[in-house]
């Protein structure tokens, strides 16, 4: 198993913990509340871009102009949900334990604020300091499918890009991931198996148990 001089970058919703219904609903309410009706499939072209592209891609969709107050309100929504409705996927703290236990190098890096990183994190109980890095949609000015959050985290661990192996479910992810020279995983949690492989994934599994499985494996 290839261990300390690798990373293990997750990205966080859709990976760790099932929060796309999460903050899905909550951005549905938001709209509700200023007279749109958005549904589902409005919010899927901007999954994993984080929240500005998550609502205001929906905006442009309906001719409204978006505007920060609108992300500040769908997180306070989100605030009031998440503690209900926020799922951990099975097998989520077993294998970031093993993989720390097995010396790997961890990060995260979400193009959530960290509002909600760390709302996530706490509900779901996984704790941050498994992580030798959290970097958040903050900390960067261009979103995924950019490089510029995992390069970020990349270069807080401190191992080059091509010694870094992402986790991702969004097709936006794994472009980012590819842009930034590393291998990526990916898990098909919100898209389809060939959407991602489309992207550019390395690898394909269907939860994040299978993942230590995938790390044994030279291919990757």
Do not use: W
């Not at 938001?30 to 009706?37: A, S, T």
């Not at 442009?60 to 949900?81: A, F, H, S, T």
């Not at 590393?182 to 389809?192: H, L, N, Q, V």
Request: net charge negative; hydrophobic share 45%; aromatic share 8%.
């Amino acid at each position: 198993m290839k261990t300390k001089e690798y990373c293990i970058i997750f990205d966080m919703d859709g990976i760790l913990v099932d929060s796309e219904p999460v903050i899905k609903m909550a951005a549905v309410k938001f709209f509700g509340e200023i007279g749109i009706n958005a549904v589902s499939d409005d919010f899927k072209p901007f999954i994993g871009a984080g929240e500005d592209r998550y609502i205001g891609g929906v905006c442009e969709k309906y001719g409204i102009k978006y505007n920060p107050d609108m992300k500040k309100r769908v997180y306070e929504i989100y605030l009031e949900i998440v503690g209900e409705f926020l799922k951990v996927y099975d097998g989520t703290i077993p294998l970031l334990q093993k993989l720390a236990e097995n010396s790997y190098r961890l990060a995260l890096a979400s193009s959530a604020d960290s509002i909600k990183i760390h709302a996530n994190l706490s509900v779901a109980g996984i704790d941050k300091n498994l992580f030798d890095a959290v970097i958040s949609g903050e900390d960067v000015i261009n979103k995924k499918p950019a490089p510029d959050i995992y390069l970020k985290a990349a270069e807080a661990v401190g191992i080059l890009p091509t010694k870094c192996i992402v986790v991702e479910d969004a097709v936006n992810g794994i472009q980012a991931a590819k842009s930034a020279g590393m291998k990526c995983i990916g898990i098909t949690t919100s898209f389809e198996k060939d959407a991602l492989i489309s992207a550019g994934a390395n690898s394909i599994c269907c939860n994040i148990s299978d993942i230590s499985n995938i790390l044994l494996c030279t291919s990757i």
